[in-house]
Protein backbone atom coordinates (compact mmCIF):
# COMPACT_ATOMS: atom_id res chain seq x y z
CA UNK A 1 0.00 0.00 0.00
CA UNK A 2 1.53 3.91 -0.93
CA UNK A 3 1.65 6.24 1.57
CA UNK A 4 -1.14 8.10 -0.29
CA UNK A 5 -3.23 5.17 -0.19
CA UNK A 6 -2.82 5.03 3.53
CA UNK A 7 -3.56 8.61 4.18
CA UNK A 8 -6.97 8.43 1.86
CA UNK A 9 -7.97 5.29 4.34
CA UNK A 10 -7.19 7.36 7.19
CA UNK A 11 -8.80 10.31 6.50
CA UNK A 12 -12.19 7.92 5.07
CA UNK A 13 -12.37 6.09 8.26
CA UNK A 14 -11.83 9.26 10.65
CA UNK A 15 -14.85 10.81 8.78
CA UNK A 16 -17.20 7.34 8.76
CA UNK A 17 -15.93 7.62 12.38
CA UNK A 18 -17.32 11.33 12.75
CA UNK A 19 -20.65 11.45 11.06
CA UNK A 20 -21.54 7.84 11.20
CA UNK A 21 -19.85 6.08 14.07
CA UNK A 22 -19.75 8.67 16.63
CA UNK A 23 -22.57 11.49 15.07
CA UNK A 24 -20.43 13.61 16.22
CA UNK A 25 -20.62 15.66 12.92
CA UNK A 26 -17.74 17.71 13.81
CA UNK A 27 -16.98 18.46 10.11
CA UNK A 28 -20.41 19.79 9.31
CA UNK A 29 -19.96 22.31 11.76
CA UNK A 30 -18.35 26.01 11.16
CA UNK A 31 -16.05 26.50 14.33
CA UNK A 32 -14.31 23.30 13.28
CA UNK A 33 -13.35 24.71 9.59
CA UNK A 34 -12.93 28.35 11.46
CA UNK A 35 -10.72 26.75 14.00
CA UNK A 36 -8.20 24.05 11.70
CA UNK A 37 -6.34 26.74 10.00
CA UNK A 38 -4.80 27.21 13.28
CA UNK A 39 -3.65 23.43 13.27
CA UNK A 40 -2.56 23.51 9.64
CA UNK A 41 0.05 26.27 10.19
CA UNK A 42 1.55 24.72 13.02
CA UNK A 43 1.67 21.32 11.11
CA UNK A 44 3.03 22.74 7.92
CA UNK A 45 5.35 24.22 10.34
CA UNK A 46 6.64 21.12 12.37
CA UNK A 47 6.33 19.46 8.56
CA UNK A 48 8.62 21.80 7.16
CA UNK A 49 11.50 21.47 9.38
CA UNK A 50 11.67 17.45 9.03
CA UNK A 51 11.18 17.04 5.42
CA UNK A 52 13.17 20.68 4.33
CA UNK A 53 15.81 19.58 6.55
CA UNK A 54 15.58 15.76 5.39
CA UNK A 55 14.95 14.35 8.74
CA UNK A 56 12.04 12.74 7.18
CA UNK A 57 12.49 11.34 3.81
CA UNK A 58 9.43 10.04 1.75
CA UNK A 59 10.11 7.50 -1.23
CA UNK A 60 9.17 9.29 -4.38
CA UNK A 61 7.24 6.11 -5.20
CA UNK A 62 5.17 6.04 -2.75
CA UNK A 63 4.09 9.53 -2.78
CA UNK A 64 2.11 11.61 -5.38
CA UNK A 65 4.87 14.17 -5.40
CA UNK A 66 2.58 17.22 -4.27
CA UNK A 67 4.21 19.25 -1.43
CA UNK A 68 3.19 22.32 0.51
CA UNK A 69 6.28 23.87 2.81
CA UNK A 70 8.33 20.69 1.84
CA UNK A 71 5.75 18.63 3.45
CA UNK A 72 4.19 15.63 1.04
CA UNK A 73 0.21 16.30 0.34
CA UNK A 74 -0.69 12.82 2.57
CA UNK A 75 0.74 14.40 5.17
CA UNK A 76 -1.87 17.15 5.53
CA UNK A 77 -4.59 14.45 5.30
CA UNK A 78 -2.85 12.50 7.89
CA UNK A 79 -3.01 15.30 10.20
CA UNK A 80 -6.86 16.00 8.79
CA UNK A 81 -7.42 12.73 9.98
CA UNK A 82 -5.49 12.64 13.32
CA UNK A 83 -7.03 16.05 14.28
CA UNK A 84 -10.87 14.91 13.28
CA UNK A 85 -10.76 11.28 15.20
CA UNK A 86 -9.48 13.02 18.26
CA UNK A 87 -11.79 15.70 18.66
CA UNK A 88 -14.49 13.48 17.60
CA UNK A 89 -13.92 11.45 20.20
CA UNK A 90 -13.55 13.93 22.46
CA UNK A 91 -16.61 15.16 22.01
CA UNK A 92 -18.52 12.08 22.42
CA UNK A 93 -16.94 11.19 25.73
CA UNK A 94 -18.07 14.49 26.99
CA UNK A 95 -21.62 13.96 25.55
CA UNK A 96 -21.68 11.13 27.72
CA UNK A 97 -20.68 12.93 31.12
CA UNK A 98 -16.75 12.29 31.28
CA UNK A 99 -15.72 15.07 33.09
CA UNK A 100 -18.36 17.20 32.09
CA UNK A 101 -17.38 20.61 33.69
CA UNK A 102 -13.52 20.41 33.27
CA UNK A 103 -12.21 23.51 35.80
CA UNK A 104 -8.65 24.20 36.30
CA UNK A 105 -6.97 22.13 39.00
CA UNK A 106 -10.23 20.11 39.70
CA UNK A 107 -8.27 17.43 37.76
CA UNK A 108 -10.29 14.27 36.87
CA UNK A 109 -12.36 11.30 38.27
CA UNK A 110 -9.26 9.73 40.12
CA UNK A 111 -8.55 10.13 43.76
CA UNK A 112 -5.72 12.72 44.60
CA UNK A 113 -2.68 11.15 46.78
Known sequence: MTYTAAALL???GALLVDLVG???RLVTRVVFWATYPIVLV???L???ILTGRRIVIYDPAAI???RI???P???LLFGFAMVLLTLSVWVWLGRRG???TPRAGEGGRFPRR
Open 46 to 48: SNG
Open 42 to 44: FQL
Open 98 to 100: VQP
Open 69 to 71: AYA
Open 22 to 24: LRT
Open 73 to 75: VED
Open 64 to 66: VGW
Open 10 to 12: GVA
